[in-house]
């Protein structure tokens, strides 16, 4: 199968990448300039107008839009960015003939709903992003009217080697690997994480199956940050308690997805637990280092 993938520099883009060439051609589309990529893999660079994608979307059977731009410091117009581009990614796949699309959508449409929810759950999104992916996750179903099947995944938190580095997990990584100790700031969150293995090998089952609709795609663990910060210093041979700063910050959160409806349609179950997760990415730090 021909498969093109959007936002396939990012973090989850590069593991799908390298993960769904050893069975299909895979040409992944990326902003920037092309110097030393992986050679089995058609490197294309878009500036994502409707001209370019619609060019470069011609020939394939389907496709993963992972590209999206996360907004920071209250930069509203780059989901408004999204929204635009997201539109012109359907209506170009459309128009290219491609008869999937895998789309990317995100558990923050749930918002501060309690949890753990399903896909019948009602959005109650609580940032612009999350806003944004469910206008866009209307759009979807608008394009999947006409001839076109599009899977919209709603991905619980991501996390592996190569995770973007401000991120809770990327810095505990850091620092269980630099030998720092791991100091928690803040009690009350119990979130649930994915291994970013487990997207790639769900991804490929959705490609086998094409479908329209809405899934949970999460791991079924929610874990408290303490207990992450546990896992990444056993991962990495530490058997030491992380610490807690003098004045703790209490919050409450709790996301957890019901991931049932996707594991029953398409026969999936994830591999790892958080805590295998942790001890197959500290094998890969101690080899390539952090990035």
């Not at 938190?157 to 700031?185: C, D, K, M, Y």
């Amino acid at each position: 199968m021909k498969v093109i993938v959007t936002g396939a520099n990012g973090f989850i883009g590069r593991h799908l990448v390298s993960s769904l060439k050893r069975t299909h051609s895979v040409s992944a589309l990326i902003r920037n300039k092309i110097y030393d990529h992986d050679k089995e893999v058609n490197w294309l660079s878009t500036d994502y107008s409707s001209d370019s994608l619609l060019r470069l979307l011609r020939g394939n059977d389907a496709l993963i839009h992972l590209a999206a731009e996360r907004s920071y410091g209250g930069n509203t117009s780059i989901c408004i960015e999204n929204v635009s581009r997201d539109y012109r990614v359907f209506e170009a796949a459309k128009k290219a003939g491609v008869t999937h699309i895998i789309f990317a959508s995100t558990r923050g449409v749930y918002g501060n709903q309690p949890a753990p929810w399903t896909e019948a759950t009602p959005p109650a999104p609580c940032s612009v992003y999350a806003l944004s992916k469910l206008q866009s996750e209307a759009t979807a179903d608008y394009f999947s009217r006409e001839e076109i099947s599009i899977t919209t995944l709603r991905f619980a938190q991501v996390f592996g080697s190569g995770e973007f580095g401000s991120s809770v997990i990327s810095t505990f990584l850091r620092n269980a690997f630099l030998g720092h100790p791991l100091v928690v700031s803040v009690k009350g969150i119990k979130r649930e994480y994915i291994y970013v293995d487990d997207i790639s090998s769900a991804i490929a089952k959705v490609l086998d199956s094409p479908v329209n609709g809405i899934f949970n795609l999460g791991s079924g663990e929610a874990l408290h940050i303490e207990e992450i910060a546990s896992n990444i210093l056993y991962a990495f041979g530490r058997h030491e308690m992380p610490e807690f700063t003098k004045e703790i910050r209490e919050t409450y959160e709790f996301s957890l997805m019901n991931s049932e409806k996707f594991m029953r349609h398409f026969n999936w179950q994830p591999t790892y637990t958080f805590a295998q997760a942790a001890i197959k990415t500290a094998q890969e730090i101690r080899i390539k280092g952090m990035t």
